[in-house]
């Protein structure tokens, strides 16, 4: 039976720190605020947006909602982020991606003020994941993985981890973090020619390929902890992550579930985010 | 007896691209220019700036030496750089670091315009070696080391590769280059636990490191490629790599000598990333 790593405590912690940020800023009279640009009206998109607004309402943080229409043209979405950029009351912006096939994704991106990027989507806040330098923010599913680490209180450093997947949005960004950590990490993929010889081996291994059953009981050992960062729909229709968890779950020694791992805690990053965000704007350490 | 992988016929085969790009762009009247910007008299410094002066004029590059006193001030400096971002005639531009120890790194880094950064130095390059985005420069050094696999013809696709060294300048991106040749990679440091496991079962080393013996026959195995980066100075005083050469060359498929490896390919690769840089800001298209 393995340690199951779930995700609502490793929430609640953060949630804590969040609303101590987002009081100390309101006593400022600084109201920190988030925006979420959503184009279209994209089930997954409505419901993590309402998971968002809902949180961002627990912990003192504002939250703004900009909808607009699945046709919008690309012009006007970019002058929708520059307007939010040049608000001086919103502080950080979450836009929904994918984007529909007419707009282009890298100039949406590139509008977008790096301060402002609580998701980690700029090149800006990349080349901070990448550098370690501190600037812009990591993607917010890459930290909720080392955020579960961390909170459950696995030591990197010197471990192996192995990520399997290599996406800007969470294979590359969290191999950074737990490089950061200390970790010898290696990063597998599609292209990887022996994928179980790479995981047994390892002493923490972060999922991220999305699709059912890309981690089953021949790719692991005794004691590995997994961090599931897949989210699928399986033949029965219920949300499955990456691991095949009924074979899995018996032989490693912990595991993040799905649904109630991974993804409950990266609402609760996207709003620390962005009361850091609200702070460094306004040059406010917070403690 | 291991294949010795050496830099000059690399460096040949890019000078003679370069040579035909930088022709490409005089029969335009664009004369591509790399400025070098050299702060003091360290000899490393000038040693490497003669031998990348004399590369240029060997392929049609016109190089400028910008040489400094070494107790510049900080904003006398930045100026410098300001003055070669607004210099349409100057295309690339490589600043000497380690900076004197009274000028703040980081504000000359992002003071240089990303597209003359040509060594690869500025965020916006990083980020595009992160991203894979297209944007910037590779640092030279970590370019050259995918510039000797892919003359030779080691295909990397589906291979290990393990990286020693986590910097800035060589061990992160040449971790992202590799990755980008669909090798699983792994990045080791002096915080990983059993350096002699990882790299033993690699197919591709990369030792970046930084000091002798590094890599000795206890971290080898037949038939391994070795990529040997270092660039230090042993007992008798001479040039020596991070491998212990006599120990690891009788194991190993292929390696690169030091001197005549990493080395001697990197000013190749600074001078090709000149013209590249030349026509990018002249919207040529070279063939």
Redesign the interface.
Known sequence: MAELLKGAPVAAALNEKTKAGASQLRERSIVPTLALVRVGENDADIYYERGAVKRCGAVGVEARSVVLPEDIAQEALLEVIEELNRDGSVHGVLIFRPLPKHIDD?RIRAALSPEKDVDGIT??S??????G?G?GFCPCTAQSCVEILDHYGVDC????AVVMG?S?VIG?PVSQLL?AR?A??????T???DLPA?TKRADIIVAAVGHLNALEKQHVSPGQTVIDVGINTNAEGKMAGDADFEAVEPVVGAITPVPGGVGSVTTAVLVAHTVQAAARQNNVMLT
Chains 1, 2 share one sequence.
């Open positions: 890298a090149d800006g990349l080349a901070g994941v990448f550098t330098n600037h450093a010197g471990k192996r290599r800007l590359k490089l200390n010898t990490v290696t990063v597998c993929h292209r990887t020619r790479e």
